[in-house]
């Protein structure tokens, strides 16, 4: 399995700039979950989906953040419009629940998005 | 008061010897805890995971879980520079089980 695949890699941009993440969630993995990580807040969860559907979205931090995931393969994050203290790496991450039962995340490479 | 709560160090341990990383949890009904590496510029991997009181052991690493004081923690033991990381402790809450509250990690620095 190719893991958990995020592009870009890295991402620089200008303040006020539309910026979307893309992410590729592991194959049978029902559930996906955005973080954001910076030095001052460590790892933040910002939204999670379970079969498609956004479960928990209170980690987004205001309304420029927004997340799709369209089908079971594939979801974005948007940052419109961006600004210089969204700059963090934001990972996504896959796994399997069922029920109670939460399995392991799996987590993507990273996006590094710099907002200048 | 953090959910997940760890010292950010940096924790120095000389090679060979046990290092010792903490982690603490506010939600006593909190149920699957894990244990995350992550090396700089690097994305969290998975170490251990515990679900039931006691120990359990996966070659050098063992995770210690007690649900009454509400505290899990990661022996690593004959420490290898390889193991100089940051820490991450993260924990299920019964409430969500899909949703992982994560630590803001211990950062560990193995010294030969």
């Known amino acids: 399995d190719a893991g958990v695949i995020q592009s870009p890699r890295h991402e620089v941009t200008e303040m006020g700039q539309e910026v979307t993440l893309r992410c590729k969630p592991i194959?049978?993995?029902?559930?996906l979950f955005w973080y954001r990580q910076t030095m001052m807040r460590g790892l933040e969860l910002l939204i999670y989906?379970?079969?498609?559907?956004?479960?928990?979205d209170s980690g987004m931090p205001e309304d420029r953040f927004s997340a799709k995931m369209p089908n079971a393969s594939f979801s974005t994050l948007k940052i419109q419009p961006s600004e210089p203290r969204d700059s963090a790496v934001y990972f996504c991450?896959?796994?399997?629940?069922?029920?109670?039962?939460?399995?392991?995340?799996?987590f993507g490479p990273g996006t590094r998005l710099t907002v200048l | 008061q953090k959910e997940v709560e760890q010292n950010s160090g940096p924790l120095s341990v000389p090679e060979g010897a046990i290092a010792s990383l903490n982690c603490t949890y506010s939600?006593?009904?909190?149920?699957?805890f894990f244990w995350y590496r992550q090396y700089s510029g690097k994305s969290p991997e998975l170490i251990m995971f515990i679900y039931s009181n006691g120990d359990k052991e996966d070659g050098r690493f063992t995770a210690q879980l007690n649900k009454a004081s509400q505290y899990v923690s990661l022996l690593i033991r004959d420490s290898q520079p390889s193991d100089s990381a940051t820490y991450l402790c993260a924990v299920v809450r019964d409430s969500s089980a899909s949703k992982i509250i994560f630590g803001s990690g211990t950062r560990l620095s193995i010294r030969p």
């Open positions: 989906f379970n079969n498609n559907v956004p479960i928990d």
């Open positions: 991450a896959s796994s399997f629940i069922a029920g109670a039962f939460t399995d392991t995340q799996y």
């Open positions: 194959s049978g993995h029902n559930s």
């Open positions: 939600d006593r009904g909190s149920q699957s």
